[in-house]
């Protein structure tokens, strides 16, 4: 019998997939490992089009964002998911032999997606306490072994939580013109103050990439955007699926942008951020002791705290044990024994410090 898996590209034999959320799975009752909101609002949708393909880049969904980010419409591009985007970006201005720059511990999708389109990855070395600035950047772009194209840095980071400074962005895009910058704001709307995209008409290297997975509830419709300089939008357009956004995503995601979708997630954000911060005094409590529990509690600017513990996979374990999914970064580069937590609802916040306090020895 013919051994199929051998047809395939040898990068594909040889890939590691993403390990997303729902592909690690795991049986419970409380979900807190993949950043997701507690609960969606209730939408509604016309399904009397739906023998019709819907619109590439539907105008009210385009329109929306580009009024929600202050850009003009043809500085923005709907995408599935912002996942999408970034394999937009490859796709788009990758040659083979070509690739990018990340900065590990990262979201693991960009390494990815390079991997599947043939680009090559190069890893920047972080600082010292997880450190990301000009320097390390650049130092990695001159000693990468070929033409890098792009750079991904995601803020707030992921797991880190962390925000990359503005300066050192704007030192960056100055100092290497012919280098793409994408700054993935997945969770920017936890700390809407940080975003880059004001950034965008004074520099057209800028990529800013935002979902509606987080702050918005919405990761079950998986729309995302890629907002940066018309000519990049243009050429990334010429590249993505001629209807990437089904009409009842594109009528969803038109709800949520407006006014009062936007209220809600305001309402939702300010929230999340009261949780997270009386999440994060809990934790303080098992830094103490002859045996503590916590050894680190990572700052956070988004809806999830990163803490490292004494003994990781003993928590994660007796977690799993309650019904309680969070995510071990266990086997990452520096980041052995810590684990993330989600936001979830207070009861489901309570849940996971009653599993800890019973482990304190």
Do not use: W
Not at 195 to 215: E, F, H, M, Q, W
């Amino acid at each position: 019998m013919t051994d199929l898996t051998k047809l395939a590209c040898k990068h594909v034999q040889e890939l590691e997939p993403y390990q997303s959320a729902r592909r690690i799975g795991g049986h419970g009752h409380t979900f807190l490992n993949a950043n997701e909101a507690p609960k969606s609002e209730f939408y509604i949708f016309n399904s009397t089009t739906l023998n019709r393909y819907p619109d590439c880049q539907p105008f009210e969904v385009v329109q929306a964002m580009a009024d929600y980010v202050g850009l003009r419409r043809d500085q923005v591009l709907v995408t599935r998911g912002s996942d999408e985007a970034i394999g937009l970006i490859i796709r788009t201005f990758c040659e083979v032999g070509e690739g990018i720059v990340v900065a590990p511990p990262t979201y693991g999708m960009y390494e990815i997606a390079a991997t599947t389109n043939r680009a090559q990855t190069f890893y920047a070395t972080r600082k010292p306490g997880f450190v990301l600035d000009y320097e390390v950047i650049a130092t990695a772009l001159k000693a990468a072994p070929f033409k890098v194209k792009a750079v991904f840095i995601d803020s707030p980071a992921n797991p880190l939580g962390q925000l990359f400074d503005h300066a050192e962005l704007k030192r960056l895009l100055t100092d290497f013109p012919e280098v793409l910058f994408v700054m993935d704001e997945a969770y920017i709307e936890f700390k809407p103050e940080a975003t880059t995209v004001g950034l965008i008409n004074d520099y057209p290297n800028l990529i800013v990439t935002r979902t509606l997975s987080k702050a918005f509830a919405l990761a079950g419709i998986r729309c995302g955007f890629a907002l940066a300089h018309p000519d990049i939008i243009a050429l990334m357009t010429k590249v993505i699926d001629p209807y990437p956004i089904p009409d009842p995503v594109a009528q969803i995601a038109k709800q949520a942008l407006a006014r009062g979708g936007i209220e809600l997630m305001h309402e939702r954000v300010a929230k999340t951020v009261e949780l997270r911060a009386k999440f994060e005094h809990s934790l303080q409590d098992l830094m103490t002791g002859a045996n503590p529990l916590v050894k680190r509690i990572y700052p956070s600017c988004a809806n999830y705290v990163l803490i490292e513990f004494n003994d990781g996979p003993k928590v994660f374990n007796a977690m799993v044990q309650k019904g309680i999914i969070l995510r071990s970064f266990e086997t990452k580069p520096g980041l052995k024994n810590c684990i993330r937590v989600s936001i979830g609802t207070p009861e489901e916040l309570d849940e996971v410090m009653r599993t800890l306090t019973s482990l304190v020895e």
